[in-house]
């Protein structure tokens, strides 16, 4: 279904899902990690505001890449715990305030989820002032209590408390925030997006292109407001809308153009292999700071082996290995607002099964 005829289909398509009332805004691409264009490539953006918050994905696309990074450079280990990292025993100042407990878990761990960390708590509760207004907070000591809630032997288990720690770690070795340590990953992959693209931590976007291309997700009971241009996770909001786990923003184009660059540099491709060596393993979804697809949704596109990530705001991009032995090295993105339709709805499951399917026949 490549061509105008089938972007005509798939815009139909998004519009009978926003009849549905699941979201109000999308984007959807497939193609070829070589090719300048897509395959096919559909957008439903009513009022052209095309900047959506990714949510997790920027677990993939800053903090996966700046922690192999430093693996590659020999500063972290992989397999070893963060106290034995070259820069944290060359450099002990650096971590000072750290807890002593964070420094016990592996890069490795983290990334897969295999910490035993929880899956989340309500660390904004923490920054809330008597007058009802939040102020970013230093996390240490939440953090120190999420890991000794840890009992017996770690098991799988999805947390955004564990990217929270990669965190920490990650801006005391850049001795840089993360908007900074994104701007190093985006030059190692020689990715250069036009300013009218966007791809960043919303925190420096300027007034205009919040107001103007920042795509809604919905009311929040925690800000009593609906939100436009912030990031819709309230820890990373709390914390200043630059975290780890969550807080980047980008339109479709921009994650495109990202995800081709990182095909094309040697640091993107090597952080590729990487994860392409850790799938098969059924037992745990997680690749490094990526996942399998191979859930019901997901696995449409590539029939389960392909590695990506999803964004709780009803965001995901796809990717096939080089070794795929079908439509290796080609890519899926779908971005929506889907809670701009409440903070849980099933619905968004059955939309990704269904638009998966229909870009890997595109292909």
Not at 50 to 56: E, I, M, P, Q, T
Not at 61 to 78: H, I, N, S
Request: hydrophobic content about 40%; aromatic content about 10%.
């Amino acid at each position: 279904m490549p061509g105008a005829a089938g972007e005509l289909q798939l815009e139909s398509f998004l519009d009978s899902w926003r009849k549905r009332g699941l979201f109000t805004h999308a984007f959807v691409a497939t193609g070829q990690l070589a090719k300048p264009e897509p395959n096919v490539l559909a957008t439903l953006l009513p009022d052209h505001r095309d900047v959506f918050d990714l949510a997790s994905l920027t677990k993939a696309l800053v903090t996966t890449p700046a922690v192999l990074k430093l693996v590659a450079e020999g500063q972290w280990l992989l397999d070893e715990p963060l106290a034995t990292a070259p820069v944290v025993v060359g450099n002990p100042g650096w971590f000072a305030g750290v807890p002593s407990r964070l420094f016990e878990f592996t890069p490795r761990a983290l990334l897969r989820h295999e910490s035993g960390l929880p899956a989340w708590r309500n660390f904004y509760v923490q920054c809330q002032r008597d007058d009802g207004s939040f102020e970013k907070q230093p996390v240490f000591e939440n953090l120190d209590g999420a890991a000794a809630a840890i009992s017996g032997q770690p098991t799988n288990r999805y947390s955004d408390i564990g990217f929270l720690v990669l965190g920490v770690f990650l801006e005391r070795t850049y001795r840089a925030n993360l908007t900074d340590i994104f701007k190093i990953i985006c030059g190692d992959f020689n990715y250069l997006s036009p300013a009218s693209q966007h791809l960043g931590f919303a925190p420096d976007f300027n007034e205009e292109t919040r107001r103007e291309r920042c795509i809604p997700t919905g009311w929040c009971p925690v800000r009593q407001r609906d939100l436009v241009g912030e990031v819709y996770d309230e820890n990373a909001w709390s914390l200043g809308g630059r975290c780890a786990h969550a807080g980047l923003f980008g339109s479709g184009r921009a994650l495109v153009t990202f995800l081709r660059a990182m095909h094309f540099s040697a640091a993107g491709r090597r952080m590729l292999d990487l994860q392409a060596a850790e799938l098969g393993d059924l037992k745990n979804e997680s690749l490094l700071g990526w996942r399998q697809g191979n859930d019901p949704a997901a696995r449409p596109f590539g029939g389960g082996a392909a590695m990506g990530h999803l964004g709780f705001t009803g965001t995901a991009f796809w990717v096939t290995s080089a070794s795929a032995a079908e439509h290796p090295d080609h890519y899926a993105v779908v971005l929506t607002n889907r809670t701009c339709s409440g903070r849980v709805n099933p619905l968004i499951r059955e939309f990704r099964r269904e638009i998966l399917d229909i870009l890997w026949r595109a292909l």
